[in-house]
């Protein structure tokens, strides 16, 4: 008593409730006194303090008689302290460390339990084992992460907690996906092996087995990855996720008419397809088994009302000529099938559409498609009052935008570009390559290369950092010198909404344009 004199109040009442239950009740066999006089030796030889080693002994001691906790527990718990307070390397943080770890397990089947986060297991079926270091193992529990926010469970699993080590080591288990707003039965994974760093409020997993009885007809392959994240809605959760194995798919009428081609993961509520630069993940929409639209992207987000996607390229076939362009947000909603396709505040994305069919460029801000209908709308956004396109041939030349375009540079761009491109021999380059070939940094070379293609004379990729010069460049330079005939053809549309500046008809590749001054 005299040794706990310092500790504070509510640490007073812990020294208390011991000494009844040893003097008064006589609640320890004479075998348990003999165990607690020893340990408590032991401590005072490793230089614990009353608070906190000394009220965490005494809490431990008293969970094995307010808590029902089996005799082999206990037991076991003995030799584990008697051999870890023997090793020289168990400093005064480390026991208090152990038995903290102690007494959350015995009194919340904790496994690890910091300010922010805490590991518990849904059992109180554990066995306490001694080795070559101690270890709690259980044979079959749920498995939940806790913090301030929101939490995880890993369902129907075994393991084994080192507590030395804030480890634990596991053996199957399941997964759902149910924090996504998907049925248990609909999307989960089952796990094999798999281990947690228990300071952590997340996990990896590899060769799980994925079930996503919505997209596909077979599970799959591959790494899981849970972390506690704050879900305000199903629908916006992130978490779990589930990336495949397998690289590439190709998925038809994943929705009626349109399929996809690319890597997938599937990112909480979302199944997600994914692509690198040289190989991008593409969705195809098919009318009567003809594709009339293919998009490309690194990113693409499914969920079973929506798919979105940003920068990215689209191209609408029209035999063997096409409609692209290279940087654009997409937005097609399952409902009604429709199609938005609009620009963004990129540079690229403001760049205009390249028509070959009709050699024209044309300039409008989001183009509209019910995916069922023979007609396409170039149009204003929603909520704009006022539409502007512009329509330009691609042999329209202008001799004052020519030289205009050359501004307080010594070489014209469109000839610099055109050099480099013959000295490089290719009409595909880095920018990196263009910047040294001037002699002046990355960043002007882009700004020069961007202000190009946001006039119709280059495509320039940002995520691979690659410039294609079109043919309208070399038509433009003869144009320049009157080695060709050109067109003079150019003209503005202004409407007010809900009329469309253009209708693109899909049976006669007609467009209809709106809105011209007369």
């Known amino acids: 008593r005299q040794f706990m004199k310092n500790v504070s109040d509510k640490h007073e009442i812990k020294v208390e409730r011991f000494l009844v239950a040893w003097q008064e009740d006589s609640l320890f066999t004479t075998v348990e006194q003999e165990n607690i006089v020893r340990l408590s030796q032991k401590l005072l030889k490793r230089k614990a303090r009353p608070y906190p080693q000394f009220v965490e002994f005494l ?27 023997d090793e020289r390397k168990s400093s005064p943080s480390k026991i208090s460390s152990f038995l903290v770890f102690s007494n959350n397990l015995f009194r919340d089947n904790a496994i690890a339990k910091s300010s922010s986060t805490t590991w518990k297991a849904t059992s109180s079926n554990y066995t306490i084992t001694v080795d070559k270091t101690i270890k709690v193992e259980f044979q079959k529990t749920d498995l939940v992460c806790l913090t301030r926010t929101d939490s995880i469970m890993l369902e129907q699993t075994a393991g084994v907690v080192f507590p030395l080590e804030n480890e634990w080591i596991g053996k199957g288990g399941l997964v759902t996906w149910e924090r996504g707003g998907y049925q248990r039965n609909e999307v989960y994974a089952n796990i094999k092996d798999y281990s947690i760093n228990l300071k952590k409020s997340e996990y990896k997993a590899d060769n799980v087995v994925f079930t996503n009885s919505k997209y596909f007809n077979e599970p799959l392959e591959g790494q899981l990855h849970d972390k506690v994240k704050r879900v305000l809605t199903p629908d916006r ?17 994943l929705y009626e008419g349109v399929n996809y081609a690319g ?19 593409k969705l195809q929409l098919y009318r009567n088994d003809t594709m009339v639209l293919e998009a490309a992207s690194l990113y693409f987000g499914f969920k079973p009302d929506r798919v979105a996607s940003e920068r990215t390229s689209i191209s609408i076939k029209l035999k063997q000529d096409s409609i ?12 009604n099938r429709e199609l938005l396709l609009l620009k963004t505040d990129n540079f690229t994305s403001q760049m205009p559409y390249s028509n070959s069919y009709h050699k024209f460029e044309m300039n409008f801000e989001q183009l509209v498609w019910r995916i069922d209908e023979d007609y396409m709308r170039f149009t204003a956004p929603k909520g ?25 540079d010594a070489q014209h761009p469109l000839l610099s570009l055109r050099s480099f491109s013959r000295a490089f021999l290719s009409e595909e380059f880095p920018v990196q390559a263009y910047a040294n070939y001037l002699g002046i940094s990355v960043s ?6 961007m202000r190009m293609a946001y006039e119709g004379f280059v495509y320039y990729d940002s995520n691979t950092e690659m410039v294609t010069i079109k043919p309208r460049l070399h038509d433009y330079i003869a144009a320049s010198v009157n080695k060709i005939d ?7 549309s202004r409407v007010e909404s809900p009329l469309e500046n253009a209708i693109f008809d899909l049976r006669t590749y007609d467009v209809i344009v709106n809105g011209i001054p007369r």
């Open 59 to 85: 809490e431990c001691v008293m969970s094995f008689k307010e808590v029902d906790i089996s005799e082999a527990n206990y037991k076991n718990w003995v030799i584990a302290m008697d051999g870890f307070l």
């Open 486 to 492: 050109y067109d003079v053809i150019g003209f503005t």
């Open 237 to 253: 959760a992130t978490y779990p996720r589930f990336y495949s194995y397998t690289k590439t798919f190709y998925i038809e009428d």
């Open 263 to 281: 890597g997938l993961s599937m990112q909480g509520a979302k199944m997600v397809g994914t692509g690198e630069p040289a190989n991008l993940a």
């Open 384 to 408: 704009t009052t006022i539409g502007d396109a512009y329509f330009e041939s691609v042999n329209y030349f202008n001799f004052n935008k020519y030289i205009d375009m050359q501004m307080m």
């Open 324 to 335: 692209y362009h290279p940087d654009l947000f997409l937005d097609f909603r399952t409902s």
């Open 444 to 449: 002007q070379v882009k700004h020069l290369v």
